[in-house]
């Protein structure tokens, strides 16, 4: 592999201008492939995690005693690995303004297990019904490019805060926390900081498979499992795989946007683009950020078009249900709309059928970048959308 020469190779000051003024490279890839310009150590690292990722595993691995899927590949599966889903997780919290929130994950919260292995099965574990508390359902997001998303600063996230809304312009937003404090920014809540805890808190909650990362089982069974209902041993897999898991994750591509070939078209979405800033949807779904130093070329100061400050904000008891380790029930992570085109269902709880009602449900903070756009011209409105089909 050349680099620097061939037909494209430009002067060096020019590559520089380029490299500070122009939108993000346009990836070549089919979603569900790796970053381009790994090294072929990467790329075996990605080929491994992908194998784990789309492994099913079985009660002799550890699965269970309760779990929603014996694979990642169930959920995170449209239009291929690594992608979204519409099967939604039903979890479970309660919130007290004085007391915050309770993840319940004592009582079998904040996650509610679908599913028994038959060991446990016949010892009488049943799926879980979940406590009392508040419900909501959340669909499975798509996971590429999420290694770009770990790769921008912290500091990045934090210079965008604005909790006491000093500029005045009705949107505030503030970073997620972790259980231990530090930012955080996967998951609808913002409540996880990076991939490999993400990786490691998934195989235990999703498929009950302990790792030394995450080593208890969350039981919600009084006095805890009969013995013989999950016979493996705590922690049921190596840290390995979580790592290996997280590595995948982290070097999964970023769909190529698609714009319209037609030029009229093409012009409607321009036109779609300019409306979207103008109307203060770029406010919160910030169209660019860029990622620090890293030791993987491939996520080393890269622009990033996630269309998202990863930041909570308030948007209103229409979408509030449960709440999260540093957020209320009514505060959600602005969604990445990187990938949008690949989705067939929106919102955190995937009830918006279409892009117009997902804007529709848009409250609180966002009201009035939704009133901006209920007042847009019809021909402004539907260019909107056009724009926001080519993310
Ligand atoms: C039963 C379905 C299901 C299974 C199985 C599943 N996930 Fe997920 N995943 C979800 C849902 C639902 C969310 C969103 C939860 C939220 O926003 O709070 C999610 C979110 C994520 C995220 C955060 C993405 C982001 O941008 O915020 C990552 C990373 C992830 N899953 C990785 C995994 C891995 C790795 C596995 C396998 C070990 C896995 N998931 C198994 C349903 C599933
Ligand atoms: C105050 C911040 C804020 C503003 C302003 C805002 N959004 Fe959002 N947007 C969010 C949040 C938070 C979510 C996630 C809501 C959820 O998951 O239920 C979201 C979700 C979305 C989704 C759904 C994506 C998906 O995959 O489910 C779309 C589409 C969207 N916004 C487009 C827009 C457009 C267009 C505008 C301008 C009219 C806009 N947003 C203004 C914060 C904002």
């Not at 979940?130 to 490019?145: I, K």
């Not at 210079?159 to 530090?182: H, T």
């Not at 993987?296 to 999260?324: F, N, T, W």
Request: net charge negative; with cysteine; glycine share 12%.
């Amino acid at each position: 592999m050349s680099t620097g020469s061939g037909p494209h190779a430009l002067p060096l000051a020019l590559v520089a201008l380029v490299s500070c003024t122009a939108p993000p490279e346009a990836v070549p890839t089919r979603p569900g492939g790796p970053l381009p310009g790994l090294t072929a150590a990467q790329l075996s690292r990605f080929q491994t995690g992908r194998e784990l990722f789309m492994r099913v595993w079985g009660v002799e691995d550890g699965l269970g005693p309760v779990y929603n899927e014996n694979t990642c590949n169930a959920c995170h599966s449209s239009p291929g690995p690594g992608g979204g889903g519409v099967e939604t997780d039903e979890k479970v919290t309660t919130f007290t303004p004085a007391g915050g929130c309770d993840l319940l994950t004592d009582r079998g919260g904040a996650n509610v297990r679908q599913q028994a292995t038959p060991p446990a099965a016949a010892l009488g574990v049943s799926r879980e019904s979940g406590p009392a508390g508040t419900r909501g359902y959340f669909t499975p997001p798509v996971l590429y490019g999420r290694g770009l998303i770990e790769a921008i600063p912290d500091d990045v996230l934090l210079s965008l805060e604005d909790p006491e809304d000093q500029d005045a312009d009705g949107v505030s937003g503030r970073v997620g926390r972790d259980a231990s404090g530090r930012v955080g920014r996967f998951l609808r809540k913002a409540s996880v900081a990076t991939l490999r805890d993400a990786a490691a808190g998934s195989l235990t909650v999703e498929l009950g498979l302990t790792t030394p990362l995450s080593p208890r089982e969350q039981v919600y069974v009084e006095g805890g499992y009969p013995p013989g209902a999950d016979p493996v041993p705590e922690p049921e897999i190596g840290a390995e795989v979580a790592d290996a898991i997280a590595d995948y994750m982290r070097l999964l591509a970023p769909p190529a946007p698609d714009p319209p070939d037609d030029p009229q078209e093409l012009a409607q979405a321009a036109a779609g683009r300019e409306a979207f800033a103008e109307i203060g949807c770029g406010t919160c779904h910030v169209p660019v950020l860029v990622t620090g130093s890293h030791e993987v070329q491939a996520l080393s100061r890269k622009p990033v078009a996630l269309y998202s400050d990863l930041l909570l904000h308030d948007m209103g008891p229409e979408l509030a249900d449960i709440c999260g380790p540093a957020a209320t029930p009514s505060e959600l992570r602005t969604e990445v709309l990187m990938g949008l085109s690949t989705r067939t269902r929106f919102m955190h709880d995937g009830r918006s059928p279409t892009l117009w009602d997902a804007i529709e449900r848009h409250a609180g903070e966002a009201a009035t970048s939704r009133d901006a756009f209920r007042a847009l011209p019809e021909l402004r409105r539907h260019a909107l959308i056009r724009f926001l089909e080519t993310l």
